[in-house]
């Protein structure tokens, strides 16, 4: 059976739950990430070096960060499907989850940690806004291209849709102002209606911001 390490609401650990969900692959999981030091054992630093989560170990094969992650049960579990077989269609779903890190989450995570990881007292309200503008500023190239499309690499739901749909719940659930993006508004929707999203994306942020750092202070946190 499949293994993954990693919390289960840890951003690019939902990611790779998701998509196995969507796989219908079997897995076991073991929590890590949520005590001091678990990520820096030998044990876990012979899986993946970087303590950081996920990581999974499929059949002996051991890999880590979670876009590759992705791109690989994809491919080994759902070539036709989740990762098409037109190449070039495959090529505007990795376009997008590169998207997603490179372009949206930049500005859209400050404005995460400010309002989830962020005691109320210590949140600058003013960045928040600012970062919130900009995030929604950047979501309209990705709503030029939903208009005309109902994933991100056309008409079927792909490895491309995973990475920015986690991001874009949070977006969507988080107090912030919100300009009208029909194109995006239509494919969260779409997205939300689908079980595992519905199982891995559209659960709790996890620790109060308290509880949150301090763990980072004892050095438990070492993913987004």
Known sequence: MLEIWGRKNANQVIQVLWTLSELGVEYKRSSIGTKSGDLETEEYKSLNPNSKIPTIRDNGFVMWESHAIIRYLAKQYG??????????????????????????????FPVFWQLVRTEEKDRDYKKIAEMAKQSSDILKVLDDHLINNHYVAGDAFTFGDIPLGVLIHKYFVLDIERPSLPGVEAWYKRLTNRLPFQEHAMQPFGNSPSEFFALQKKGEENDK
């Open 79 to 108: 070539l036709g499907s989740l990762y098409p077989k037109d190449p070039q269609k495959a090529a505007i779903s990795d376009q997008w989850m590169t998207w997603s890190t490179d372009s949206f989450m930049g500005t859209f």
